[in-house]
């Protein structure tokens, strides 16, 4: 029988990986764009959108936003990409959904009413599957997380709020809305407690919410969360039973 060389079949190898990822990567390209509201306000963000197989072309896709923490803020987009989806994307990472994440402007918190009108837009301009819009972030962006779901429950599918914290009165609305939240026993900037009030909250209202606890994480309680695939295979599950239109 003839063999292969042993110096032919690890160049095969070679050969393979590196298609394999330049396949992977072009499936996650991540595009500057910005938004401008009424008043001229401009949010800038990056977007990256799934290949789709052109028989699929009418196909509708999830749209995952991510808010990100107060470190981030600013106009320099790059920094955007230092944690959480947007880091996924930038190496690599096809998470099988349109994944928007907006910046900030330096000294300033997440305005919901403007990101309202962001996702206004991009359901204006791409195939955004309305029964499937997630919101995430972390620190600043886990409270911008729990406002937002706050400020538009009728629409938002499912939530994941990392280290941040909200208003408990608010639990009837959030309650309309699956909410996995997270944070570090450790965490030293925003106390625990600010997502276990809010856990208790919702679930005193009937919510379907869970809160998991990294006994041994400070602050940064969002690496381990976004690199677990559970948590998106999660997210992917969760639809809208009737869209708002």
């Known amino acids: 029988m003839y063999r292969i060389p042993k110096n032919i079949t690890a160049l095969l190898v070679l050969f393979a990986i590196a298609a394999f990822v330049e396949t992977h990567h072009a499936a996650a390209e991540q595009t500057a764009a910005k938004f401008a509201d009424a008043n001229d306000k401009v949010m800038h963000y990056w977007i990256s959108i799934p290949k789709m197989d052109p028989k699929a072309r009418e196909a509708k896709l ?9 470190g981030e803020r600013g106009d320099n987009l790059e920094i955007v990409k230092k944690h959480g989806p947007p880091k996924l994307v930038a190496a690599g990472d096809d998470l099988g959904m349109i994944v928007v994440s907006p910046q900030c402007p330096k000294g300033q918190r997440w305005d919901t009413k403007a990101l309202v009108g962001l996702i206004d837009a991009l359901q204006s301009k791409h195939p955004v599957d309305p029964s499937r819009i997630y919101v995430t972030g972390l620190s600043m962006g886990g409270y911008g997380t729990w406002a937002l779901v706050a400020e538009i429950p009728d629409r938002v599918a499912a ?14 609305r959030l309650a309309k809305v699956p909410i996995w939240a997270f944070h570090g026993a450790k965490d030293s900037v925003v106390p625990a407690e600010r997502s276990q009030v809010m856990v208790d909250a919702i679930k005193a209202a009937g919510g379907d919410v869970k809160l998991t606890l990294y006994p041994d994480a400070g602050h940064d309680s969002w690496t381990e969360t976004y690199n ?3 948590v998106f295979e999660w997210l992917g599950r969760q639809r809208k039973k009737a869209a708002a239109k």
């Open 62 to 70: 999830p749209l995952l936003l991510f808010l990100h923490g107060a």
């Open 159 to 172: 939530a994941i709020p990392i280290c941040g914290g909200g208003d408990p009165k608010q639990a009837d």
């Open 228 to 230: 677990n695939p559970d």
